[in-house]
């Protein structure tokens, strides 16, 4: 293999109690890394090039598992809850020597340094440590890649270290189970034991960030996507899995900045990765054309199938987990925007697939609207593979992103509302889910349609046209819009039934209201006001 033209200095890895071998591996390329990992045994390659692995036991994040270091400085800020759980430092000590010790035992490990955040003034420094390689090189296309001349004298701010084979102890570590991920903002460390799910890595980070940049930058932090048209006018899109955030956000027309994680600060916006992590469950080249075209030498997939015989992927069999994922850098996006930065936001879209067919397609809100909308996170999953469901099921998700949420969701939806009325953003709740009725009774908006509304708001082509007002939601939608049929815009008109309508309305506007209560106490009054009312 070839050395890497700059290694990293020995006493930087002695400081954490690693060993100074020759089984450190610096900074790799992704062909590197990928040669080593088929050595290894721990993937093979698809037959456009795409290194595939299975990440074991763990196919996705593992909520209750995930800890926060409490101590003199988290106790009084974080929001502590079933996301944000405690553990004493005591045990963050114990682990990280048992991570320590046993990495020292391994015959390789893979360390890389990368950055966070595209915005210079917010960059952070991150050194990852991981077991095996295409934790590595998930690491190399989710964060920012530093060049040659910035490696140099290179000292990180955060560490993570992921460590899957290492199995915990729950009673001598302080753990549920035998895997956990450990943040320690005093120690500036992620601590990765028992799982292989690599998106643990990001997450982890994305958390860290959220807490950060709140707190000490003044920054919003955003589960989001946004693009960039040719004027220069931003948007962002916010929503949950399986609502279209990274398809709608992937406009040709557009240039993309980012597909899931930015901040927000007096100047415009900026992604704090280097990358995407995609979803590949049933992927079409015709729906999704660039995430398609991403699955080639370098991209990481992740628990899929072959067709049998074949190294032929089958992004239709879910039979390891519907989460099925693919990694790969920013730039292998052909309309990618190259610095990652943008301006202020002209238009900001929560999307949910609403699958009771209550929400309208469209609809313009109010910043008190869109604070009490960004707290609740509202999307409604359908029944999917799970045997006996046949009714949705809503699901609320604080800022469309709740585990990963350290502070109180209060806290972002303020920031939020004060960029809204200070640049004048216009906010728009998008519905991608059912229309003329429910799941299995109605359809599902059609992708053209949504787009077309999409397009009218960036476009300004909504400003003059006339609205009317949902009468339990409050929210004003469009009595026209181009491209789309007038009587698709109020969802009343949709149904046979219109008394049938009405008590579907009235279910989902109580689930609104219970889960608004756990987050009433200490909001400002506007906010409070501004949900459904019965």
Same mark, same amino acid.
């Given at each position: =293999?070839?050395?890497?033209?700059?290694?990293?200095?020995?006493?930087?890895?002695?400081?954490?109690?690693?060993?100074?071998?020759?089984?450190?591996?610096?900074?790799?390329?992704?062909?590197?890394?990928?040669?080593?990992?088929?050595?290894?045994?721990?993937?093979? !390659?698809?037959?456009?090039?795409?290194?595939?692995?299975?990440?074991?036991?763990?196919?996705?994040?593992?909520?209750?598992?995930?800890?926060?270091?409490?101590?003199?400085?988290?106790?009084?800020?974080?929001?502590?809850?079933?996301?944000?759980?405690?553990?004493?430092?005591?045990?963050?000590?114990?682990?990280?020597?048992?991570?320590?010790?046993?990495?020292?035992?391994?015959?390789?490990?893979?360390?890389?340094?990368?950055?966070?955040?595209?915005?210079?003034?917010?960059?952070?420094?991150?050194?990852?440590?991981?077991?095996?390689?295409?934790?590595?090189?998930?690491?190399?296309?989710?964060?920012?890649?530093?060049?040659?001349?910035?490696?140099?004298?290179?000292?990180?701010?955060?560490?993570?270290?992921?460590?899957?084979?290492?199995?915990?102890?729950?009673?001598?570590?302080?753990?549920?189970?035998?895997?956990?991920?450990?943040?320690?903002?005093?120690?500036?460390?992620? *601590?990765?034991?028992?799982?292989?799910?690599?998106?643990?890595?990001?997450?982890?980070?994305?958390?860290? *960030?959220?807490?950060?940049?709140? =707190?000490?930058?003044?920054?919003?932090? =955003?589960?989001?996507?946004?693009?960039?048209?040719?004027?220069?006018?931003?948007?962002?899109?916010?929503? *949950?899995?399986?609502?279209?955030?990274?398809?709608?956000?992937?406009?040709?027309?557009?240039?993309?900045?980012?597909?899931?994680?930015?901040?927000?600060?007096?100047?415009?916006?900026?992604?704090?990765?280097?990358?995407?992590?995609?979803?590949?469950?049933?992927?079409?080249?015709?729906? @999704?054309?660039?995430?398609?075209?991403?699955?080639?030498?370098?991209?990481?997939? @992740?628990?899929?199938?072959?067709?049998?015989?074949?190294?032929?992927?089958?992004?239709?069999?879910?039979?390891?987990?519907?989460?099925?994922?693919?990694?790969?850098?920013?730039?292998?996006?052909?309309?990618?925007?190259?610095?990652?930065?943008?301006?202020?936001?002209?238009?900001?879209?929560?999307?949910?697939?609403?699958?009771?067919?209550?929400?309208?397609?469209?609809?313009?809100?109010?910043?008190?609207?869109?604070?009490?909308?960004?707290?609740?996170?509202?999307?409604?999953?359908?029944?999917?593979?799970?045997?006996?469901?046949?009714?949705?099921?809503?699901?609320?998700?604080?800022?469309?992103?709740?585990?990963?949420?350290?502070?109180?969701?209060?806290?972002?939806?303020? =920031?939020?509302?004060?960029?809204?009325?200070?640049?004048?953003?216009?906010?728009?709740?998008?519905?991608?889910?059912?229309?003329?009725?429910?799941?299995?009774?109605?359809?599902?908006?059609?992708?053209?349609?949504?787009?077309?509304?999409?397009?009218?708001?960036? @476009?300004?082509?909504?400003?003059?046209?006339?609205?009317?007002?949902?009468?339990?939601?409050?929210?004003?939608?469009?009595?026209?819009?181009?491209?789309?049929?007038?009587? *698709?815009?109020?969802?009343?008109?949709?149904?046979?039934?219109?008394?049938?309508?009405?008590?579907?309305?009235?279910?989902?506007?109580?689930?609104?209201?219970?889960?608004?209560?756990?987050?009433?106490?200490? !909001?400002?009054?506007?906010?409070?006001?501004?949900?459904?009312?019965?």
């Amino acid at each position: =293999m070839p050395i890497p033209a700059v290694t990293i200095p020995k006493y930087h890895l002695v400081r954490l109690g690693l060993r100074t071998a020759e089984n450190i591996h610096y900074q790799l390329s992704p062909e590197e890394l990928v040669q080593y990992a088929l050595q290894r045994g721990e993937g093979s !390659l698809s037959d456009t090039g795409a290194l595939v692995i299975q990440t074991g036991a763990f196919t996705g994040r593992s909520p209750k598992d995930k800890y926060l270091v409490k101590d003199a400085g988290t106790a009084g800020n974080v929001n502590w809850n079933e996301f944000n759980i405690p553990i004493e430092e005591k045990f963050f000590d114990v682990i990280r020597q048992k991570m320590v010790d046993y990495l020292n035992h391994l015959p390789d490990i893979w360390v890389r340094d990368c950055y966070a955040c595209a915005d210079p003034a917010f960059r952070m420094g991150i050194r990852v440590i991981t077991e095996t390689p295409a934790m590595n090189l998930f690491a190399h296309n989710m964060f920012l890649r530093p060049c040659e001349e910035e490696l140099e004298g290179f000292t990180p701010q955060w560490h993570v270290i992921a460590a899957p084979g290492l199995k915990l102890q729950p009673s001598e570590c302080g753990t549920r189970q035998s895997n956990a991920a450990l943040i320690s903002f005093t120690h500036k460390m992620i *601590l990765i034991a028992g799982t292989g799910y690599t998106g643990e890595i990001k997450k982890g980070i994305f958390t860290v *960030l959220n807490y950060i940049m709140p =707190m000490q930058n003044h920054v919003l932090s =955003m589960h989001c996507s946004a693009n960039m048209g040719k004027k220069g006018d931003t948007a962002i899109f916010f929503g *949950l899995s399986g609502t279209g955030k990274t398809t709608l956000s992937a406009d040709p027309n557009r240039k993309l900045i980012g597909d899931d994680e930015h901040g927000w600060n007096d100047d415009g916006i900026f992604n704090f990765e280097g990358g995407c992590y995609a979803k590949c469950i049933n992927l079409r080249e015709e729906k @999704e054309p660039e995430i398609y075209h991403a699955v080639k030498p370098g991209a990481l997939v @992740e628990n899929v199938c072959f067709f049998p015989g074949t190294d032929r992927i089958n992004f239709d069999n879910g039979s390891i987990t519907e989460n099925t994922r693919v990694s790969y850098p920013l730039y292998y996006i052909s309309n990618a925007l190259e610095q990652s930065v943008g301006n202020i936001p002209k238009n900001v879209f929560f999307l949910t697939c609403d699958a009771y067919g209550v929400l309208p397609p469209i609809s313009r809100l109010t910043p008190g609207q869109a604070m009490y909308q960004f707290i609740s996170g509202y999307t409604a999953k359908v029944a999917g593979t799970e045997t006996g469901i046949t009714e949705p099921k809503s699901t609320f998700s604080a800022c469309f992103g709740a585990p990963f949420l350290p502070l109180h969701p209060g806290r972002y939806a303020q =920031m939020l509302g004060s960029r809204l009325r200070e640049n004048q953003v216009k906010v728009w709740l998008i519905n991608t889910g059912w229309t003329k009725g429910p799941y299995l009774v109605g359809s599902r908006i059609s992708l053209t349609h949504t787009r077309a509304m999409i397009s009218a708001a960036l @476009e300004g082509r909504l400003d003059e046209v006339d609205y009317q007002i949902h009468p339990v939601f409050g929210f004003a939608f469009p009595k026209s819009c181009p491209g789309v049929p007038d009587q *698709l815009l109020d969802p009343e008109k949709t149904w046979a039934d219109p008394e049938a309508y009405h008590r579907q309305e009235a279910v989902l506007a109580r689930q609104f209201m219970e889960n608004f209560k756990k987050y009433a106490g200490g !909001l400002d009054p506007e906010i409070l006001s501004s949900g459904p009312k019965l």
